[in-house]
């Protein structure tokens, strides 16, 4: 059992940042890659970013490569998603997720838990 806890959301103007965290607890942290999704309202859930068990690796879409960057600390069972250069087409609310095959998923149906998501607001 894994529970994740996300923080850091809020409303921001358009070329603003804002950093998101997600605290994990429950099993061991470094076993298990972490990925960032986003729901818009009317939309699917979509790929944000993901990073291995190790923080060797990371895996980005074109529509947030280059402005948002994901990372992780071990040592405190935290994972952030730093974004810089925000649109309003960024508007949406984002979730943490384990993937417990610890590479990273791009695939929503390969993470095994979620958060409960926090909200994103970009004002144009």
């Known amino acids: 059992q894994v529970q994740l806890v996300e923080s850091g959301g809020g409303l921001v103007q358009a070329g603003g940042s804002l950093r998101l965290s997600c605290a994990a607890s429950g099993r061991t942290f470094s076993n298990y890659a972490m990925g960032w999704f986003r729901q818009a309202p009317g939309k699917e859930r979509e790929f944000v970013t993901a990073?291995?068990?190790?923080?060797?690796?990371?895996s980005y879409p074109d529509s947030v490569k280059g402005r948002f960057t994901i990372s992780r600390d071990n040592a405190k069972n935290t994972v952030y998603l730093q974004m810089n250069s925000l649109k309003p087409e960024d508007t949406a609310v984002y979730f943490c997720a384990a993937d417990f095959r610890g590479l990273g998923s791009l695939t929503r149906s390969d993470y095994d838990y979620w958060g409960q998501g926090t909200q994103v607001t970009v004002s144009s």
């Open positions: 990073i291995s068990w190790s923080g060797a690796s990371t």
